[in-house]
């Protein structure tokens, strides 16, 4: 993410994404969803907080969906972990640009 761009914020060279299904996210997870250059990137806005750390993954690419799943991974190992939630920018490449189709996020946690 460049320099002065607030979290939860679309970069400047991004292009908000308005199609999306977030019905399997929590409440309390950003719904910020923008593609850049030729619509092949796809970002995100990921939760994660204290020790986790998140990530991103297509799960599916069809003619009208794109699903993306966000993880926050957890040490399996008990640690002292700062209780901040932070909101790190992620993206994903995909094999043909987003153009029309629609971006369902789903949302897990695991423990590696």
């Known amino acids: 993410m460049p320099p002065g761009i607030a979290p939860g914020e679309i970069p400047p060279d991004g292009k908000p994404v308005t199609k999306l299904d977030t019905n399997a996210l929590p409440s309390e997870y950003p719904r910020?969803?923008?593609?850049?250059g030729?619509?092949?990137?796809?970002?995100?806005?990921?939760q994660e907080g204290g020790c986790g750390k998140a990530s991103a993954s297509v799960l599916e690419?069809?003619?009208s969906?794109?699903?993306?799943?966000l993880v926050?991974?957890?040490?399996?190992t008990k640690q002292a972990c700062t209780m901040d939630i932070r909101f790190p920018p992620l993206t994903v490449q995909l094999a043909e640009p987003l153009?029309?189709?629609?971006?369902?996020?789903?949302?897990?946690?695991?423990?590696?």
């Open 65 to 69: 969906l794109v699903k993306i799943e």
């Open 38 to 46: 030729d619509g092949k990137t796809v970002g995100v806005i990921a």
């Open 61 to 63: 690419q069809s003619a």
């Open 99 to 112: 153009g029309e189709r629609t971006v369902a996020l789903t949302s897990r946690q695991e423990q590696k």
């Open 72 to 76: 926050e991974t957890l040490p399996l």
């Open 32 to 36: 910020t969803v923008w593609t850049q």
